[in-house]
């Protein structure tokens, strides 16, 4: 019988659409990272670039573009007379230093459900000294869960579309189990962003060990609010950048006979088809999907901030992307419009990025604003349903390191883990005991 109930759910998906055939490994050697000077001539440039097979990195393209160029059109891309710097020489080598891709092997033994783990040992902090397989991701929440259980459990929101678990944690202080209004934390949205699990579970690890030890800030925190932490929301597309193309954004759901994936950020149901700010186009990578909120990922993620709604509803939403160093508010579907109170959201983000400037001698700069105009028209994204839609009292998007003028994206040095952590651990304890 089961067997049946699934073939006759593949059927008509496999007589409907040709999968395309994506799987072949992208090591990305000898790709060239360049920052195209644009004077305001971003989207001319844009349609120019589109010419090469490249990687857009950025969708504000006022200033600069940067991309990465495969070898074979580097020479193409030179007739073009474009100003530009190099970024990097030569990607497919950064990313090998960076050491978290192994084409083949990573999303193997990919569980269905966190049951299905035994606890291990509780974590340390060796854990944030190497990015991470989506695998042992799951096991980390399991291992960290199993060491706070009184006050935490684990939660499975849906699954992606390729069946992966969406899941997390929830963490709660001394009212109990969803007493308290909700800070909803969502990491890896956007596939490529891989800092932003390890951020994620960096905070997570220091709000479970400094309520274990203690810490009377910690404690008025925890006592104060549930939290409920999900750090890959798409686990598809994680899975597909750590064996097959690092570069990779969007989820990995089949629509069409030519390309994959949905942007989930233009997916929410918000607004949807405002025009501008996402793209109809399925080979696009801001694709917004057919309809508002159809992709399993947004299903399962509207669902579950649903149920936050309802019960003590949502005062603090973060989603955390990379990269730029940026703090943005709503809205991102219009630009004329501000967030109700957008004086008292600015003067807190301003508070996050100075106790991020005041953490370490690095003095890390974040820029608070608001998504459009400080970014770009960004339709169908999360923050925006939070706010409206979810009544979140505070809703952004953090865009962690590096920064837009210097670094290669995407790629972040290992090392930088830790020291992005642990900026960011200063920026939300202010936060969260200001908020
Ligand atoms: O374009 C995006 O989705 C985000 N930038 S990224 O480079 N990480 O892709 C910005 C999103 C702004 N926030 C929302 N509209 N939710
Ligand atoms: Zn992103």
Redesign the pocket.
Known sequence: MKVLALFSLIAPLASAVVIPDTDKVITYDGYRVVRIATHGRGQAIEKRLKTLNAVQY??DTQERIEIAIAPEDLRKFEKMKLEYEVLDEDLGASIVAEGGFSPGSAGRKTISSLNELTPAAFPDLTWFNAYQTFEKHQQWLVDIQSGFPENSELIEVGRSYEGRPINGIHLWGKGGKDSKPAVLWHGTV?AR?WISAMVVEYLTYNLITGYSLNDTQVHSILDNYDFYILPVVNPDGFVYTQKTNRLW?KSRQVRSSSCIGT?I??NWPFKWDTPGGSSKNACDE?YRGEAAGDTPENTALTKHAETLVANKGIKLYI?W????QLI?L?Y?YDCNRQVDNYERQMSLANGVASAIAGASSAKTRFKPGA?CPS??K?VG????WMQDVGKAEISW?I?LRPSGGGGNGFILPANQIKPSGEEMWQGMLHLLTTM
Do not use: K, V
């Not at 992307?321 to 730029?324: E, G, K, V």
């Not at 994204?381 to 925006?384: A, C, E, L, R, V």
């Open positions: 950025n969708f956007h962003e954004r942007d950020n233009r801001t989603d992307h990379s990269f730029s943005l709503p991102g998504t970014l770009y960004a994204g999360s923050t925006d998007c865009e």
